[in-house]
């Protein structure tokens, strides 16, 4: 059964740093591009990052330079790793495949001191 779980949300102070975890099941994750979505309170569902399969990676325009998408093949898994967090990263983080619309549970991020 194809399954995405994600993990280490939380809350974190601005400025601070969260690593957040996909777990992938029932698939290959070496042949399928992956990618990171946030929805906040009130607002559609927006891409943060993405990794194609073949490790090509593209960023939204306002968390360049402060979140970086990565995976490990062998683990099957897809992490975010969010630094320099600001209020506006609040949002609930889902992690995607978009072959066949695959969608984890999502994690809650709140950033606020």
């Known amino acids: 059964q194809v399954q995405l779980a994600e993990s280490g949300g939380g809350l974190v102070q601005p400025g601070g740093s969260l690593r957040l975890s996909c777990a992938a099941s029932?698939?290959?994750?070496?042949?399928?591009?992956m990618a990171w979505h946030r929805q906040a309170p009130g607002k559609e569902r927006e891409l943060v990052a993405s990794?194609?399969?073949?490790?090509?990676?593209t960023y939204a325009d306002d968390v360049k330079g402060r979140f970086t998408i990565s995976r490990d093949i062998d683990k099957q898994l897809v992490y975010l790793q969010m630094d320099s967090v600001k209020p506006e990263d609040t949002a609930v983080y889902y992690c995607?495949?978009?072959?066949?619309?695959?969608w984890g549970q999502g994690t809650q991020v709140t950033v606020s001191s």
């Open positions: 029932g698939f290959p994750l070496r042949s399928y591009n």
């Open positions: 990794i194609t399969y073949a490790g090509e990676i």
């Open positions: 995607n495949r978009p072959t066949g619309y695959v």
